[in-house]
């Protein structure tokens, strides 16, 4: 399948902001490896605007007349020797003898909490990250998903839209994103003391179900984590802050293109906190649950609980009911049993229908039915349905003709 991705600007103003960071050094293996070029008449401007049209984050001035592009700096740590005037503007430096001038470029930054604060799909743990680069179109609002009408950014449920397609089983709601182009990833930040010297940060992330994109964490501009993301199922990862202890750390979450083929990246969470024991894990276990049982009858064959809605026909000779099961594990012996209830409140067993999970299930449904056998019509009155697990009682659903 071809990809097709509009090309998404941003607005010319943006490209002249850019900020000193300092002077770093350099070796033959480039620190800003993404793009370069030199001229006789070198200007920052110069290497500013082409940097930022290749969409790279930073740009490092050097020995006078070249102009370095990357998306990340200082793998070899500060020097003391940017003396050197730029070739085509003397009362400026433009770094030294293998040492960099460097510069951030300036994007747009905003909270995307904010953006979305309407949106009540929202989750709390965003509130604290800004978006610094996002696919904009050239009004300035945030991009729009392609073949769809839906802009990037926070969707419940998590389902395909357009040509975005995360896996199943979200935890909630997820935040959509794509990188801005192949040259410049969308990226998160924000601040955080680390306060423990067992600090992690755990992200629950995916790709697209068909592509992959990089997932890049840096803490102070230097990265510490750096994976490629498929879209074949939800992936959690905890990375280690202690090594920060006592520290105000800048994190910042990239989501940088691997090959431009499907980019799209979904995060479901991003938390902080301490590694947990085995005990306090054990006491964390997740619980199985059955809810949201409703009954139906379904002529289009289409066995979703939204049909519930449907009148019940009493000589209709099929009846469904349909719970949502959570955190169950495969083979687990679900049951389904059908009483009729008798004017004097007596149940009466009409059949029990029992099945083993095909699967493991984070969140998803099952359907029960049942067939009135050899009767013309199911007799007028009350109905109740059991489900159970494992001998457990978990929903009773009634309904009546």
């Not at 200007?43 to 990340?72: E, P, R, V, W």
């Not at 068909?210 to 984590?225: P, S």
């Amino acid at each position: 399948m071809k990809r097709v991705w509009f090309v998404l600007m941003l607005c010319a103003s943006l490209l002249e902001a850019y900020t000193y960071k300092g002077c770093y050094r350099d070796n033959n293996a480039r620190d800003l490896s993404g793009y370069s070029f030199s001229s006789d008449a070198m200007q920052i401007g110069d290497c500013a605007t082409l940097c930022k049209k290749k969409g790279f984050s930073y740009m490092g001035l050097q020995y006078s007349s070249y102009c370095f592009c990357g998306n990340s700096f200082g793998k070899y740590g500060k020097a003391t020797n940017c003396d050197m005037p730029c070739s085509g503007e003397k009362d400026k430096v433009c770094g030294g003898s293998w040492a960099n001038s460097i510069y951030e470029l300036e994007k747009r930054s905003f909270s995307l909490y904010d953006y979305f604060h309407y949106d009540v799909n929202v989750e709390p743990w965003f509130k604290e990250w800004s978006v610094v680069a996002v696919p904009l179109e050239s009004d300035q609002k945030v991009g729009k998903i392609p073949n769809s009408n839906q802009r990037f950014g926070w969707k419940y449920p998590v389902v395909d839209i357009g040509d975005a397609m995360p896996p199943k089983y979200a935890n909630k709601a997820a935040l959509y994103l794509h990188p801005v182009s192949p040259q410049q990833p969308t990226v998160l930040k924000r601040t955080l003391r680390i306060g423990h010297n067992n600090e992690m940060m755990h992200i629950r992330v995916a790709g697209n179900r068909n592509g992959d994109f990089t997932l890049i964490v840096k803490a102070n501009n230097q990265e510490i984590f750096k994976q490629s993301v498929d879209g074949k199922s939800w992936h959690e990862y905890n990375i280690s802050l202690s090594q920060y202890l006592g520290q105000n750390i800048d994190i910042a979450v990239e989501i940088a293109a691997s090959g431009w083929y499907f980019e799209y990246a979904f995060i479901d969470e991003i938390s902080f906190g301490t590694k947990q024991t085995p005990q306090a894990k054990q006491e964390k276990k997740i619980q199985m649950k059955i809810d949201e049982c409703g009954i139906y009858q379904d002529p289009s064959g289409e066995s979703y609980l939204q049909h519930r809605s449907v009148k019940l026909d009493r000589n209709n000779m099929t009846i469904f009911a349909s719970c949502k099961v959570h955190n169950a594990k495969k083979g687990t012996e679900v049951a389904g049993s059908w009483y009729y209830v008798s004017p004097t409140g007596k149940r009466e067993l009409i059949s029990t229908k029992a099945f083993a999970l095909p699967k493991d299930m984070v969140e998803d449904y099952i359907t029960f039915y049942i067939q009135s056998n050899n009767m013309t019509s199911w007799p007028r009155g009350k109905y109740e349905v059991i489900i159970s697990a494992q001998g457990k009682e978990y929903a009773h659903v009634n309904f009546s003709f």
